[in-house]
């Protein structure tokens, strides 16, 4: 497992469930089922567009996954409260977006 200066893997086909773990530890971050509900869902739309998805997506399946009509950025930011960038793309193995914000 290869990662960038800012801790983002090289190569997304590099991760799995332990490095995710490990790279949630470097987070300080203990994965609930909430939190791999949001990393799969971000692993499948991976696998299926090749590109990380926007937040808006991750913040719809975390709705949806609780059962709740709508879920709000503030639900992501409980889940990864340094950012959806920073943490969950960094945990779910996706390469560092280069034209999102750090948000």
Not at 57 to 84: C, M, Q, S, T, W
């Amino acid at each position: 497992m290869q990662l960038d200066a800012e801790g983002y893997l090289l190569d997304p086909a590099d991760w799995n469930e332990q490095v995710a773990e490990a790279l949630a530890r470097e987070e300080g971050i203990a994965l609930s089922e909430e939190h791999w509900a949001v990393i799969r869902f971000m692993r499948e739309y991976y696998e299926r567009h090749h590109i990380a998805p926007d937040a808006r997506h991750a913040i719809k399946h975390l709705a949806e996954y609780k059962g709740a009509g709508k879920a709000g950025r503030n639900d992501l930011f409980v889940l990864f409260p340094y950012g959806y960038v920073k943490q969950a793309c960094k945990i779910a193995g996706m390469r560092r977006p280069r034209a999102w914000s750090t948000g």
